[in-house]
């Protein structure tokens, strides 16, 4: 589990906070959860494309353009996620 998640539940729990208002945020810190995930796991892919490309010495056309379509992939999810939160 994400940190920020468990740190949100447990204010929740200590101020037994059971409202309307706060399963609408709890919703929304997972929200905010995915997509740090997403975010993460698109590096993470990124990462081991790269090195993957680099171990064999050579990096032929397709892997350098799948490598770039998906850091510009990356790139407009990190940008939509700062300007939605």
Known sequence: MHVKY???MVILMIFN???ASAR??????NK?????????????RIN???????RD???????????QRLEMEQSKHKLSDKHNN
Request: no cysteine.
């Open 57 to 67: 010495g050579y990096t032929s056309p397709n892997e350098s353009s799948r490598i």
């Open 6 to 8: 468990i740190v949100y």
């Open 48 to 54: 081991k494309l790269k090195s993957k490309a680099v």
């Open 24 to 29: 609408l945020n709890t919703s929304e810190a």
């Open 17 to 19: 906070i059971s409202s």
């Open 32 to 44: 905010d959860i995915n997509r740090e995930i997403r975010i993460e796991r698109g590096e993470e």
